[in-house]
């Protein structure tokens, strides 16, 4: 099982392509919040929350993002600023359009680390399919994993924060 320790106040991995990126006390939180639901859903384990870091490494940055230009009610949930794409929402910037859940749900990181996981237990099942949803996705290459879930217009950007989602996982969990 995947234990979550105590939460540095940084902490700086290197991307696949080179890129040296640094993660703040917040972040980490979010990361820890990922972790944390992975451990607890069956069947997701550690390539399951390594696959979900990724996403939520390219999507966000690790970072709860309002949008308030298409839900301005999104600014009156705790967030760590404004994102803007179309009319995404949170961690994994999902769309409430697409049935990902409700503003007030997409805004809460729990919720959405349940989501992208999935499964029978996940809170949008059977659709949109979060990661459990995915036949085979143990066997898939964790980037493609990712996209299966996010479905996203960039699908090769993923595996760049392989490395980064590894580094956290070992920075925030304990045997």
């Known amino acids: 099982s995947l234990i979550v320790g105590p939460i540095p106040d940084s902490l700086t991995a290197t991307?696949?392509?080179?890129?040296?990126?640094?993660?703040?006390?917040?972040?980490?939180?979010?990361?820890?919040?990922?972790?944390?639901?992975?451990?607890?859903?069956?069947?997701?384990?550690?390539?399951?929350?390594?696959?979900?870091?990724?996403?939520?490494?390219?999507?966000?940055?690790?970072?709860?993002?309002?949008?308030?230009?298409?839900?301005?009610?999104?600014?009156?949930?705790?967030?760590?600023?404004?994102?803007?794409?179309?009319?995404?929402?949170?961690?994994?910037?999902?769309r409430p359009q697409s049935g990902w859940g409700t503003v007030a749900e997409l805004m809460d990181p729990n919720y959405q680390a349940g989501a992208f996981f999935g499964g029978p237990d996940g809170p949008n099942y059977p659709s949109p399919r979060g990661l459990l949803d995915i036949p085979g996705w143990e066997r898939m290459d964790p980037g493609e994993a990712a996209q299966s879930v996010e479905v996203s217009a960039f699908p090769a950007r993923y595996r760049n924060y392989a490395p980064v989602a590894d580094a956290i996982l070992d920075a925030l969990t304990r045997t």
């Open 15 to 94: 991307t696949k392509n080179g890129e040296t990126v640094t993660l703040n006390r917040q972040q980490l939180t979010h990361a820890a919040t990922i972790i944390t639901v992975g451990g607890q859903t069956d069947g997701v384990g550690r390539p399951g929350v390594v696959i979900a870091l990724m996403a939520a490494l390219t999507e966000s940055h690790l970072r709860m993002l309002a949008n308030t230009g298409t839900y301005p009610e999104s600014a009156n949930y705790p967030n760590d600023g404004n994102g803007g794409d179309h009319d995404s929402l949170g961690l994994f910037q999902m």
